[in-house]
C-alpha cells in the first residue's frame, strides 16, 4: 500500500521542540520533493516548508524560517521537520506531501498528526 505516516506530533510547551517524523511505505520518497503543511482550526491547510530531491535545497514559509528544519534520510524512506522555539500559533494538524516530479508521477498525503503548544 502506497502511503506516508507521520508521527511525532504531541503536547509541548511554548519555547519547547518537537521532531515530526513522515515514513512512506509501498513508494520511495526518493524521487519526490517532500513538503510538510499544517492545518490550524478553522483554518485552510498552508505549505510550511519543502526540501529538494536530493536534499540539497530546503524553503521554508516566513512564520517558521529559522526556528523549523526540514530533512530527509531518503535511506530511511523518511523526511522529518525539527520544530524548534514552538508558539502557540504553531498549534496544527501537520502533514507530509510527496509531489510528483519527472522521476515519480505519485502525488501523496500523509493522515496528519496534531501539534499542540500551550503558552
Known amino acids: 500500500q502506497v502511503q506516508l505516516v507521520e508521527s511525532g506530533g504531541g503536547l509541548a510547551q511554548a519555547g519547547e521542540s518537537l521532531r515530526l517524523s513522515c515514513a512512506g511505505s509501498?513508494?520511495?520518497?526518493?524521487?519526490?520533493?517532500m513538503s510538510w503543511y499544517r492545518q490550524a482550526p478553522g483554518k485552510e491547510r498552508a505549505w510550511v516548508a519543502s526540501i529538494a530531491v536530493l536534499g540539497g535545497g530546503t524553503t521554508y514559509d516566513d512564520s517558521v524560517k529559522g526556528r523549523f528544519i526540514i530533512s530527509r534520510d531518503n535511506s530511511k524512506n523518511t523526511v522529518y521537520l525539527q520544530m524548534n522555539s514552538l508558539k502557540p500559533e504553531d498549534t496544527a494538524v501537520y502533514f507530509c506531501?510527496?509531489?510528483?516530479?519527472?522521476?515519480?508521477?505519485?502525488?501523496?498525503w500523509g493522515q496528519g498528526t496534531q501539534v499542540t503548544v500551550s503558552s
Open positions: 509501498g513508494f520511495s520518497i526518493g524521487g519526490h520533493v
Open positions: 506531501h510527496a509531489s510528483p516530479t519527472i522521476l515519480s508521477i505519485l502525488d501523496i
